[in-house]
């Protein structure tokens, strides 16, 4: 049984309203993994309660879940657990995704039948990305093919560099480019680690100068970047270029989105300092902000966030709260490699709430926004999506 201390943390950790040292002591609490299954039977029933009371005001559905929460309690049963998940916030979401989506228990209305012209299967993102080298020749790396250069070596999910030897007298550069419907990860010889989301490009130096600083390039796209302190490379700093800002750091980690089609560049800092320069001005980041610097306007902000929702998706995870429909589609547009069309405008504005897995097939995806009432259907046409 759980405690009325844990019981209180896991409250306030759902709530968002534990302290570090609270979330500190529930993920010791939560090492034991008799503990962790606890906590996943406790958060696959009252997260519901939660998500379900927020997204609808009906007696029947409230009955409904009553009724379900009581076979849970029924039906649970403790198994061992071959690992703990590090982030129990990815679990949460999961959890009432799959609950809500895939079961469809709230869905009362008469299901619509979602056109599909051809079978062209929409599969999910992979793991893939084409490596440029300095002379110009490209490599693509895949999932199974593996790749041994001078410099890196790649299994076809990542591609990691040489630790730096401090010898390089001039930098010598390599881009990798990740395509839509891909995903990378890359170790740089500094140590430095990046995870790039799809429809992304980053320019970086085989090696970097020893004592200098230590600088890339996030030609476009999205990264999170979890840098090597600047304590081990005889102070150098870390900078990351990216269209019309400069980000300076001291060892720290953070999210930099800076899409082709998006008018806006977003960083978001985790934990550490960083300091965004734009403009001839500088302006630091706390944990936990973000900033945006609209390109045409030059206008820039800083606000809090969740920061969950702003990286989940280097953990396999897509959260969304309450973003419009269009934003998410073109999230899901880039992962899937799809074009997706508003048959329907007004459409573009509904805010949605939720947590999709990433390995999700895109029907799934489309099917949980339908029986949520935001779209009324589908209409699947080879590579292309139209909302309805």
Same mark, same amino acid.
């Given at each position: ?42 958060? !696959? ?21 009553? +009724?379900?929460?009581?076979?849970? !309690? ?9 690992? #703990? ?62 790749? !041994? ?24 550069? @390599? ?30 130096? #085989? ?68 300091? #965004? ?36 998706? !280097? ?55 339908? @029986? ?6 589908? +209409? ?9």
């Amino acid at each position: 049984m759980i405690s009325q201390d844990i019981h209180r943390l896991i409250i306030k950790y759902l709530t968002r309203q534990a302290t570090l040292l609270e979330r500190n002591k529930l993920e010791l609490w939560l090492e034991d993994l008799d503990n962790y299954k606890m906590f996943k039977e406790f958060v !696959k029933i009252n997260y519901l309660i939660d998500l379900n009371m927020e997204m609808f005001d009906s007696d029947d559905s409230k009955k409904e879940l009553l +009724e379900l929460i009581d076979k849970e !309690k029924k039906q649970y049963r403790f198994r061992k657990y071959i690992r #703990v998940m590090k982030y129990a916030a990815i679990f949460v979401g999961i959890i009432a995704t799959t609950y809500f989506f895939k079961d469809n228990i709230f869905t009362k209305s008469v299901e619509t039948t979602p056109i599909i012209v051809d079978t062209n299967v929409i599969e999910p993102g992979t793991d893939k990305a084409k490596l440029t080298l300095g002379d110009g020749s490209q490599i693509a790396l895949e999932k199974g093919e593996s790749l !041994k250069t001078q410099n890196a070596s790649s299994n076809g999910e990542e591609i990691i560099y040489k630790a730096n030897q401090g010898n390089a007298k001039e930098l010598a550069y @390599n881009h990798l480019t990740i395509p839509r419907g891909g995903q990378f990860y890359i170790v740089l010889s500094d140590g430095t680690r990046v995870w790039l989301n799809s429809e992304t490009q980053l320019k970086y130096p #085989v090696s970097f100068i020893d004592g200098k600083a230590r600088q890339v390039e996030l030609v476009y796209g999205e990264a999170y970047f979890e840098v090597s302190p600047s304590t081990e490379h005889k102070g150098a700093k870390f900078k990351v270029l990216n269209q019309s800002q400069e980000i300076e750091v001291l060892g720290t980690e953070f999210n930099i989105k800076a899409y082709r089609d998006e008018t806006s560049i977003y960083t978001t800092l985790v934990e550490g300092r960083v300091s #965004v320069n734009y403009e001839n001005r500088k302006q630091n980041l706390m944990p936990n902000q973000q900033s945006s610097l609209d390109i045409n306007t030059k206008n820039f902000l800083v606000r809090e966030v969740d920061v969950y929702n702003e990286i989940s998706w !280097k953990e396999g995870v897509f959260s969304f709260e309450r973003k419009p429909l269009k934003e998410i589609m073109k999230v899901l547009s880039r992962w899937y490699d799809v074009d997706i069309i508003f048959d329907n405008k007004s459409l573009e504005e509904v805010k949605f709430f939720g947590v999709l897995g990433k390995d999700q097939k895109i029907e799934e995806i489309l099917e949980t926004i339908k @029986n949520f009432k935001i779209i009324e259907a589908y +209409e699947i046409k080879g590579k292309t999506i139209i909302l309805k």
